[in-house]
């Protein structure tokens, strides 16, 4: 996944995101983000307007997003690779 969707997600403004594959299910799954096709331009425009016409939505994505975004800060994940090596070595 690229690391640019947790910094769109740490700034606290909707996030649209045009992507395929394992980003698209993250993306929905997480609803941290609209997802639209790669490459369709019309989705990515009613997209945009969906997000500035409701207001709802967007402050649902931004209040999802930022949680998401703090979950998987670089420091954090170094953090829980640790802990999962240290849990290991003591099971040895």
């Known amino acids: 996944m690229s690391a640019k969707l947790y910094d769109a997600c740490s ?5 649209i995101v045009a992507c395929r594959g394992e980003l698209w299910r993250i ?4 609803g941290i983000a609209l997802a639209v096709p790669h490459g369709d331009l019309e989705a990515l425009a009613e997209a945009v307007r969906r997000v500035r016409t409701d207001s ?7 209040e ?3 949680p998401f ?3 998987h800060l670089r420091e954090r994940q170094a953090e829980r690779l640790a802990e ?3 849990s ?3 099971r040895s």
């Open 11 to 15: 700034i606290g403004r909707p996030v």
């Open 27 to 30: 993306v929905e799954a997480e």
């Open 56 to 62: 709802e939505l967007g402050a649902g994505l931004t």
């Open 64 to 66: 999802s997003a930022r």
């Open 69 to 71: 975004a703090r979950r």
């Open 84 to 86: 999962l090596i240290e």
């Open 88 to 90: 290991l070595a003591d």
